[in-house]
């Protein structure tokens, strides 16, 4: 990371020096992203390995609520990062589902990089295509390691047709996922319809289908992805999966208990997903105990655990801020590389203690 001529010093007499501080757009993000599927895949999973061995510091989320907004919230993530290359940081991301009314995006995001060693930060970044894309390459690295041991899913189905959906599909064919059947269904007609366009413009091969109930899509899937907006379960009955598929529960509160208690059950982190009414967290306030969590993602990659093929196995993603910290960092590097980073001149006033 460069660095200006704004010296401080610390209490062992060791110079610091206060970063400069960058903005980088969000067509920046983009560019820096398109077509880095498998790079970002990597980067998820070595996240997620650092963050098993203790090696990241990942606090609750705090979610801000508005009484007379009820469906609105912003929710910020601190998180750190350490290892061989140490960050710090935050993810301060929106969610305000009226937008879609409005054809502008329900979701919008900024994100913080600080300065592990002086705190300051040094580069804000949009992070709306930051935040899609960890949350899409998480799900795809759980696809994998997921369906390992029983045949590659042949059938995707998608339930909720929106950006994390593109995201996930986007990134299940950068890493060279083909399906023969491709299963589309929204509560929203012109979301299922523009979704099918994007499947057929993106060159998708294989069968598209645009299923009027989620039980035809879930029944006619090997592997389903739920993300939805749903702020409590809809899907009821497990006997819609009697076919055991593999399930990317990504928007985390699709899943009634009893679907859950007859799976195999996978998460990010065990605290984080049982809480803020996640159907996970649903299910231990049902059964007084987390014996129906199998256990990680990177218990599965460490092979602390062995995910059975003869049950349905779904993956609950809270969704790390340590994972945006990551990716953001990608990113950042990458711009720094290209020569396009946009310093913020005299961003920082008044850098000595006594002026």
């Not at 090696?55 to 979610?63: D, E, K, M, Q």
């Amino acid at each position: 990371m460069t660095t200006t001529d704004s010296t401080t010093t610390n209490a062992h007499g060791a110079g610091l020096r206060v970063p400069p501080f960058a903005v980088i757009s969000g067509s920046q993000v983009h560019r820096v992203l398109l077509g880095r599927e498998k790079q970002i895949v990597r980067v998820v999973r070595d996240t997620y390995r650092l963050h098993g061995a203790g090696l990241t510091v990942n606090p609750p989320s705090s979610f801000l609520r508005f009484p007379d907004r009820p469906s609105a919230r912003i929710i910020a993530l601190p998180a750190s990062i350490g290892g061989s290359v140490p960050v710090d940081g935050l993810k301060w991301i929106s969610s305000f589902p009226e937008n879609v009314a409005s054809d502008i995006p329900r979701a919008s995001a900024v994100l913080i990089l600080n300065d592990p060693a002086t705190g300051y930060p040094f580069a804000c970044l949009e992070s709306s295509v930051i935040s899609a894309s960890r949350t899409a390459a998480s799900a795809v690295l759980a696809a994998d390691r997921l369906s390992r041991g029983r045949p590659r899913p042949a059938r995707v189905g998608f339930i909720g047709a929106g950006l994390i959906a593109r995201y996930i599909h986007t990134f299940l064919t950068g890493t060279g996922w083909t399906f023969d059947e491709l299963g589309v269904h929204d509560l929203s007609p012109t979301s299922a319809s523009g979704f099918r366009m994007y499947l057929e413009q993106s060159g998708a091969t294989g069968r598209i289908t645009v299923h009027k109930c989620a039980e035809d899509l879930v029944r006619a899937s090997d592997l389903v992805v739920f993300a939805t907006v749903a702020g409590r379960p809809h899907v009821n009955d497990p006997s819609w999966f009697g076919h055991h598929p593999l399930v990317l529960h990504v928007s985390l509160r699709d899943l009634a208990p009893q679907v859950l208690l007859a799976s195999t059950n996978i998460v990010d982190d065990i605290d984080h997903c049982l809480r803020a009414g996640t159907s996970p967290h649903l299910t231990e306030r049902l059964t007084g105990n987390r014996r129906f969590l199998a256990g990680t993602l990177d218990d599965v990659m460490a092979g602390r655990i062995t995910v059975p093929t003869d049950r349905t196995t779904v993956f609950s993603p809270f969704g790390l801020g340590v994972l945006d910290l990551a990716v953001g960092q990608y990113v950042y590097d990458e711009v720094v590389r290209s020569g396009e980073l946009r310093i913020i001149d005299d961003f920082f006033h008044d850098l000595r203690r006594y002026g």
